[in-house]
C-alpha cells in the first residue's frame, strides 16, 4: 500500500483532491489490485487441481482447451458460470439470500490486508495483525449460516449448521497454535513475526524449537477444517448434502462462494507460511539469494507448496464423520495445543 500511495502521489493535481479522498484513493486501489490477482490466481488454482487430482487418478485432464495442457479450460468455464442465470427460488428469504455469498467472500478477502507479500508489499502492517485475521476469518461462519438459512433447504441449512460448528470448533486450536509463535515474538503485527525469522531457514520457526514445530501441524490440519477441506469437507458432503450450504444457488453467487473458497485457501496457507515459514524472507542466507528471488515471488512460492499439499490431501484421504471431526479437534487438536503454548512460553521464559 505504501508503494501504491508514493505512485498515486506522482499524479497531477493529486494533492488537490479532497483530504478524503486521497485517504481512500489508496485502500481502493488496493483493493482493485488484490481483487484483479486473487482472481487470476484463483483460476490458475482451479487448473492446478484440476491437474493434480487428473495426475493422481493416473489421467491427463484438461489437455484441449486453449492449447498447452488445457490452460484456457478454466477461463471457459469461469465464463460460462459468469453467463447463467441467477436463479432465486421462490420461498428462499431473499436478501439474506443475495447478501450471503458476498459476506462469505468478503471475510476472506478482507484478511488480506495485513498480509505480508513482501517488505513493503502490505495493505497495512498492523500491530494487531494476528488478531485482525482471527476475528475476520470469523465474518465467513455469518455469511454460510445466512447462506444455509435464507435458501429454505433442508440440505443447505444441514450444510450451513455443519460448516458453522465445524469452523467455529477448529477455530480454537488454530488460534492457541498461533500463540506459540506470538509468545516467542511479543509482538501480533505480521511483519515483526516474518522479519523475527530472517536469516535462512535455520531461523523459521518451523524448525526453531519442538513446540513450534508441532504448532505448524495442528495450524494447518486446523486450517483445512476452517476451509472445509478434506478431509474436513462434510458441510458439501455430495453425497449427503447435494452441495451444502450452497446448494441452491447458481450463477454468479455460486461462482463467488467458489472464488471465498479457494481465497481462504491461500489466506489460510498465507497466515501460515508468515507465522512459520519465514514469510517473504530467503531459505538461504545471503543477499545473493534475495537478488535472485524477490520477496514476493518467494512468499507465493512458499504458499503454493502448501496448496498442492491441500490438494494433495483431498485426493488422497476419505471423508471423516461428524463424530471424527468433532473428536479429533475437542480431544486431539485442542488439548495438543495448549502443551504446545504453555511449551513454547516455559521455553521463552526459561531457556535464554
Known amino acids: 500500500m505504501e508503494s501504491i500511495a508514493q505512485l498515486l502521489q506522482l499524479m497531477p493535481k493529486y494533492d488537490a483532491l479532497p483530504a478524503l479522498l486521497r485517504a481512500s484513493l489508496p485502500m481502493l486501489v488496493s483493493s482493485i489490485v488484490i481483487f484483479a490477482l486473487l482472481s487470476l490466481v484463483v483460476l490458475f488454482l482451479v487448473w492446478l ?4 487430482s487428473a495426475h493422481m ?31 432465486v427460488p421462490e420461498s428462499t428469504d431473499r436478501v439474506l439470500f443475495k447478501m450471503a455469498p ?3 467472500f468478503l471475510g476472506a478477502f478482507a ?14 502492517d498492523l500491530n494487531i495483525g494476528v488478531l485482525y485475521i482471527l476475528a475476520i476469518g470469523s465474518l465467513a461462519v455469518v455469511g454460510i449460516m445466512m447462506a444455509g438459512w ?9 450444510g450451513g449448521m455443519r460448516s458453522v460448528a465445524q469452523i467455529v470448533s477448529y477455530e ?34 518451523l524448525f526453531r524449537n519442538p513446540f513450534t514445530f508441532l504448532a505448524f501441524f495442528v495450524y494447518f490440519i486446523a486450517s483445512l477444517a476452517e476451509v472445509n477441506r478434506t478431509p474436513f469437507d462434510i458441510p458439501e458432503a455430495e453425497s449427503e448434502l447435494v452441495a451444502g450450504y450452497h446448494t441452491e444457488y447458481s450463477g454468479m ?23 512459520f515459514l519465514g514469510g517473504w524472507t530467503q531459505v538461504l542466507p545471503g543477499t545473493l539469494a534475495a537478488q535472485l528471488i524477490p520477496g514476493p515471488i ?43 503454548v504453555v511449551g513454547a512460553g516455559w521455553l521463552a521464559v526459561y531457556w535464554k
Not at 493416473?58 to 436463479?87: C, F, N, S
Not at 507448496?305 to 485442542?334: A, N
Open 102 to 104: 458476498f459476506i462469505v
Open 49 to 52: 487441481e484440476r491437474k493434480v
Open 111 to 124: 484478511a488480506f490486508v495485513v498480509i505480508p507479500f513482501g517488505a513493503s508489499s502490505i495493505v497495512s
Open 298 to 340: 518467494m512468499f507465493f512460492l512458499k504458499v503454493m507448496v502448501l496448496i498442492f499439499v491441500q490438494m494433495w490431501l483431498r485426493w488422497s484421504l476419505p471423508r471423516l464423520r461428524v463424530d471424527q471431526l468433532m473428536y479429533l479437534c475437542w480431544k486431539v487438536l485442542l488439548p495438543a495445543s495448549f502443551i504446545l
Open 172 to 205: 480454537i486450536p488454530a488460534a492457541i497454535a498461533i500463540m506459540t509463535v506470538v509468545i516467542l515474538v511479543g509482538s501480533l503485527s505480521m511483519q515483526d513475526i516474518v522479519n523475527a525469522q530472517k536469516g535462512g531457514i535455520q531461523n523459521w520457526f
Open 150 to 158: 435464507a435458501s429454505n433447504s433442508k440440505y443447505s441449512l444441514y
Open 253 to 275: 453467487r455460486f461462482a463467488f462462494f467458489f472464488l471465498a473458497e479457494y481465497a481462504n485457501m491461500i489466506v489460510v496457507a498465507g497466515v501460515a507460511t508468515t507465522l
Open 57 to 87: 487418478q493416473d489421467r491427463l485432464g484438461p489437455m484441449y482447451v486453449g492449447g498447452w495442457h488445457g490452460w484456457a479450460q478454466t477461463i471457459a468455464d469461469a465464463i460460462k458460470l459468469l453467463l447463467k442465470e441467477d436463479i
